[in-house]
């Protein structure tokens, strides 16, 4: 029995968005912005990952200098067939693979430097719940909270997803000059971020994340021009318009016009230093972490490992 055309076309654009994930991951390897060890973890953590999905193979190809001569010769040595997913190692396997990358291709090198992340994209993407993700399983970062004139969306906390604030306080805020940046969203409420906090936490030697908008990036870079600013993406535009259609926070009036503000958004990536595709939020954040240049502490690392 067929399924249904509806089916075929939604596990055709999954299997589109899993493909570019994975190509995002193996890049960010080659570019040594993440590290194979770590996309290996990932794997074993959650079966449902993104990096759980990866062919052996494709992952150590994407380490440099690795061709596909040498690709073969090493996994027969460290005895996993050709076809072997991530997912799918045995324990001795997982051993053995571990031990080879991490002296082949070990954890990224930090210069010490403490670094100020922007993360920014189109409406919709799924800023906030990659944000909420890296808060709640990487405490070494430092999360900034942006204030906002638009009310409480339902499960949102005051102080931490948002200040939530009326317009004559955040007048008052611009009058002083106590934000980073601020901006207009949407043509309907205004944003802003506290700089004091920011200012704190770098000097203490902390490494700070903003999930802000588009205009707001701009306004760091040009404020701040050592930021790093990361660009989220959807996986396709389709998820897009459902990802902000299933939440149902927005009247159909408010969801056209942030739909039309999206497109205008998507163009504005080549502005940007990173781009990460959002397929899986614990992959996207994972790669967000890495560009701050922090990795787990060795407790939760060892925790993890136990979890295996």
């Given amino acids: 029995m067929n399924p249904p055309e509806v089916d075929r076309a939604a596990a055709s654009r999954a299997a589109v968005a899993a493909r570019r994930a994975r190509a995002a991951i193996k890049r960010a390897v080659n570019e040594r912005r993440l590290s194979a060890v770590s996309v290996l973890d990932n794997a074993l953590r959650s079966t449902e990952s993104v990096e759980a999905t ?31 997913k991530l997912a799918g190692l045995g324990v001795h ?18 210069d010490g430097e403490t670094r100020l992340v922007v993360l ?4 919709a993407v799924g800023k906030g ?15 900034s909270v942006s204030a906002t004139t638009r009310a409480p969306r339902p499960g949102e906390v005051e102080g931490v997803s948002y200040y939530f604030l009326d317009d004559e306080r955040f007048d008052s805020m611009v009058d002083a000059g106590e934000f980073l940046e601020w901006a207009v969203v949407h043509n309907k409420s205004r944003y802003g971020t506290p700089r004091p906090p920011i200012d704190d936490a770098l000097a203490s030697g902390r490494s700070v994340l903003l999930e802000i908008d588009i205009q707001g990036a701009r306004q760091v870079k ?18 897009l318009v459902r990802r902000l259609i299933g939440r ?5 009036e408010e969801q056209e016009r942030r739909l039309t ?9 080549d502005e940007f230093d990173h781009r990460v595709v959002n397929s899986d939020v614990q992959a996207a954040a994972a790669e967000v972490v890495e560009l701050m240049q922090i990795q787990k502490a060795p407790a939760q690392e060892a925790g993890l490992r136990g979890k295996e």
């Fill in 54 to 84: 990866m062919r052996v193979r494709d992952l150590l190809q994407s380490i440099p200098g690795l061709g596909p001569v040498r690709v073969e010769r090493i996994m027969e040595r460290l005895g996993i067939a050709p076809t072997k």
């Fill in 93 to 110: 396997q997982q051993e053995r693979l571990r031990e080879y990358l991490s002296q082949r291709a070990p954890q990224i090198e930090r």
């Fill in 120 to 123: 920014a994209g189109p409406t």
């Fill in 129 to 143: 719940t990659v944000s909420t993700y890296i808060r709640e399983n990487y405490p070494e970062v430092c999360l």
């Fill in 222 to 239: 040009a404020a701040m021009p050592e930021a790093v600013l990361v660009f989220l993406l959807p996986p396709t535009w389709d998820e």
């Fill in 248 to 252: 149902g926070t927005e009247t159909p």
């Fill in 261 to 269: 503000t999206a497109k205008v958004e998507l163009a504005a990536q």
